[in-house]
Structures are given as structure tokens and as C-alpha cells.
């Protein structure tokens, strides 16, 4: 399994349940309520507030890995997820619940080593994204 597959398999359990979005899915929250023009979908001007309607706990949004450092043996990444919630409070609240869902590398043996996090505002929403950066090392399995 791959790692974003494992970190939507380990925040799949979450209390309560939480959507959370695969890195092509990055457009969805904001598309809610768009506009078709010529064949694509134009973004809505009330996407992201329509959503939280729809899901008052927010959500998490996974991002594809980037890659620092690779010897053929074993691949360094950072990866990247936002918890973005209607406020503040729950933003940093679904932070909590996601961060321990994915473990602790000293007491639990968890492969994800955390860096940082950081908290911003979402512009005319009202809501908050919390951006937890970890990484993680895959060794490559030659068989």
C-alpha cells in the first residue's frame, strides 16, 4: 500500500467521521456550487462555505509526497495535510484527532515523524486550515 493510501486508511476512523481528499481531489471543496462554461467547471463564489454546510466538521486534505532525498534504497518525503474546518477551533481540533490517528513515532513505533504545523486563516470563510508537515522514510522492497 502506498503512503497516501495508508494515511487515508489510518484517518479513515476518525470520531466523527471526516471526508478526507486524495491530492487530485484538491478542487473539489471549491467547486461546490461552480458553473460549467465551455466544457470545464468555474469555481463558485461560495464553494468552500457551501461545503462546510454540507460537512461542519471539516475535512482533511492529503497532498502528494515531495521528495527529499533518495539512494536507491531508501526515499525521504515530506508530506503535507491540511485539516480545514469552518472555524479556528475546529480546525485545530480535527489537527489533534488526525495527528493522533496517525501515531507517535516514540510511543507508539508510528513510521510518520512530524515537523511542524502551521495555522491560517481561510479568506472570507471565516474557517482555518491547519497544515501538519511530516515525513516519512519507504525503503524499496526489491522482491
Known sequence: ????????????????????????????PMLIGSAESGGRK???TQGLSKWFEAHPNGYVQLYDPTPVFSDGVLDQNIYLLDCVAP????????????????????RDGSEWVYLDKIVLPLEGTGGARVQLRMYKTDVFDYR
Open 1 to 28: 500500500m502506498d503512503s497516501i493510501s495508508t494515511l487515508k486508511t489510518l484517518l479513515s476512523n476518525l470520531d466523527p467521521p471526516i471526508v478526507v481528499l486524495e491530492p487530485q481531489e484538491v478542487d473539489t
Open 42 to 44: 468555474i469555481a463558485g
Open 87 to 106: 472555524t479556528r477551533a475546529k480546525a485545530l481540533e480535527l489537527y489533534l484527532k488526525a495527528r493522533k490517528a496517525l501515531g507517535d513515532p516514540l
